[in-house]
């Protein structure tokens, strides 16, 4: 059975950082890409970043370069997102997704499993 549970969300103060953490099973991490999304409410989802064992860190999304860092440990099948400078505007759900072959990285439409999200609320 493909899973991917996130973790780590919560609700932090402006300035403040959480780590997200992505726990995969079921299938060969080292043939996916990784990628991190988030969706605010009436928002399309984003793109936040996306790794991968072949090509590394495919792309970090504007809005959150030098802020967030994308890692993974391959030895625990897990990706994590230090999300570090947090702004009332990252406020949303984050989900963290699996994609065997990627273009980019950046299209949710590239990815075949998901996680169920975790809400991170940052006030300001």
């Known amino acids: 059975e493909v899973q991917l549970v996130e973790s780590g969300g919560g609700l932090v103060q402006a300035g403040g950082s959480l780590r997200l953490s992505c726990a995969a099973s079921?299938?060969?991490?080292?043939?996916?890409?990784i990628g991190w999304f988030r969706q605010a409410p009436g928002k399309e989802r984003e793109g936040v970043s996306c790794?991968?064992?072949?090509?590394?860190?495919?792309y970090y999304a504007d809005s959150v370069k030098g802020r967030f860092t994308i890692s993974s440990d391959n030895a625990k099948n897990t990706v994590y997102l230090q999300m570090n400078s947090l702004k009332a505007e990252d406020t949303a759900v984050y989900y963290c997704?699996?994609?065997?072959?990627?273009?980019?990285?950046?299209?949710?439409?590239?990815?075949?499993?998901w996680g169920q999200g975790t809400q991170v609320t940052v006030s300001s």
């Open positions: 790794i991968s064992t072949r090509f590394g860190v495919l």
């Open positions: 997704a699996a994609a065997r072959r990627v273009v980019d990285g950046y299209n949710a439409a590239e990815y075949d499993y």
């Open positions: 079921g299938f060969t991490f080292d043939d996916y890409a």
